[in-house]
């Protein structure tokens, strides 16, 4: 059972605008959520994080938004650049019970010049 | 993120062979993490080992697939018997501290299963 979703396979974003990609959950135990990055024949790099604490986490172009009452959280990338073009995996875990991250199927972003 | 050593980075086996990926973590990391991404699929899972001792490995298959982190050397996966469904990006991690956070991922070793 996928217990994190991402909706949309792919993004495609103009350089310079927002990009927006967005994950959904069902496990409302879930306490800490993760965005990657991956590259190509790469593994993935962590890029933001965000506990449950809290509804917005800022790192210079990127911010992550959570609302729990939704189970939905969302990253923000403003001003988009080509470089960022990759695949984004939402992940997620439950602190208290075990130790795995649960991972979405990817975002396929886009960014053109 | 270059730090996670994993090899082969491309594995081609035949049905019931036996596939051995192996993973070195980042310096200063004892903790190891083991990820299957299947074609068009998320990262699943598998296991989480400390150095000698298998500490959580609830996404594990039952058969057939075994890990280990020895006192000296990489941490192994094994999967004995390939069938075509394993083929698939296995992904290590490491991380110094326990919990699954900021995991540090390797390159991936690419299982195909003729």
């Known amino acids: 059972d996928q217990q994190v979703k991402q909706n949309s396979p792919s993004l495609s974003v103009q350089e310079g605008r927002i990009s927006i ?8 135990m879930f306490d800490y959520f993760l965005w990657y990055k991956k590259y190509p024949a790469e ?8 506990s449950s604490i809290k509804d917005k986490n800022e790192d210079g172009r990127f911010t992550v938004f959570l609302n729990k009452s939704a189970k939905h959280l969302s990253l923000h990338i403003v001003p988009s650049q080509p470089g960022d073009s990759a695949v984004y995996f939402c ?3 439950n602190s208290n019970s075990g130790y795995a991250l649960n991972f979405g199927k990817g975002t396929s972003l886009l960014v053109t010049p | 993120n270059a730090g996670v050593m994993q090899n082969p980075r491309h594995l081609v086996r035949r049905r019931g062979q036996e596939a051995r990926l192996r993973c070195s973590p980042m310096k200063g990391h004892s903790h190891v993490y083991w990820y299957r991404q299947l074609p068009e699929e998320g990262l699943k899972f598998m296991v989480y080992l400390q150095k000698e001792n298998i500490i959580d490995e609830s996404g594990m298959p039952k058969e057939r697939f075994s ?14 018997q390939v069938v075509r ?25 690419r299982l195909t299963v003729l």
């Open chain 1, 21 to 28: 990609l967005n994950c959904d959950y069902t496990n409302s």
């Open chain 1, 43 to 50: 593994g993935p790099t962590f890029l933001i994080s965000i």
């Open chain 1, 91 to 93: 992940a997620a875990r």
């Open chain 2, 67 to 80: 890990a280990e982190f020895p006192k000296e050397g990489p941490s192994i996966l094994r999967i004995q």
């Open chain 2, 85 to 109: 469904g394993d083929s698939a990006a296995y992904f290590c991690a490491s991380s110094r501290q326990g919990m699954a956070g900021e995991l540090f991922f390797g390159e991936g070793s």
